[in-house]
């Protein structure tokens, strides 16, 4: 079982969307609503500035990855926390390899795993800079499934955004979005992931 993060196992939206428009604001630039900088969540840091500073990009992308990075490492965990029944779930399923692979930096995304509580819960945790690849790269799961004796179409990947249906498709493993989390569901359907779900507890009978 392959978890994203941000969106499927922690409600970390607002505290993203806090240190973006920090960093706007630090340099003097207009600062965006929550929605507009979850529409750009999902592919890093880097791109989730890249697009958060649109024009401005070019000759403020540097400031503003250091300005980012170091607010976001302080303040990561001011509203974030699992969704309702995400706990449940990682027990139910205690029996089974579980990884979670997010395009989020990987210092960022092992500090909120072990600050949750949930860091023993899986087998591995993957983020930007653990590997060369990011999703949806398949590189970042084959070694994995190979590690793990799983084969791909007993394999689900479970996610809010585009990156990880993709990912599903180019490992040949399921799909399974998320309905409810940072990304459109209309742009999720509109992938056709082999299972979606609008609740956490879904997943316990979704999967056995």
Do not use: W
Not at 67 to 89: K, M, Q
Not at 110 to 138: H, M, N, S, W
């Amino acid at each position: 079982m392959v978890f994203d993060l941000d969106g499927t196992l922690i409600t970390s939206g607002n505290d993203i969307a806090a240190a973006v428009n920090y960093t706007l604001g630090r340099l003097r630039l207009p600062v965006l609503s929550v929605d507009k900088i979850m529409g750009f969540v999902g592919d890093g840091v880097r791109e989730l500035l890249v697009r958060s500073l649109g024009e401005a990009a070019g000759d403020h992308l540097g400031p503003a990855m250091t300005l980012f990075s170091a607010y976001y490492t302080e303040h990561l965990l001011d509203t974030t926390d699992l969704y309702p029944g995400i706990r449940d779930v990682l027990e139910r399923f205690s029996g089974k390899k579980k990884a979670v692979v997010t395009n989020k930096r990987h210092d960022f995304a092992q500090k909120i795993v072990d600050k949750l509580g949930i860091a023993g819960c899986f087998d591995a945790v993957i983020g930007a800079e653990k590997t060369p690849y990011r999703k949806p790269d398949a590189r970042i799961v084959t070694p994995l499934l190979s590690e793990y004796h799983a084969r791909p179409g007993h394999t689900v990947v479970i996610g809010d955004g585009p990156a990880d249906i993709r990912l599903a498709k180019g490992v040949g493993a399921l799909s399974c979005a998320y309905l409810n989390g940072l990304t459109a569901r209309e742009t999720l359907l509109a992938l056709q992931p082999d299972f979606t779900y609008e609740d956490s507890a879904e997943l316990k009978s979704l999967f056995y």
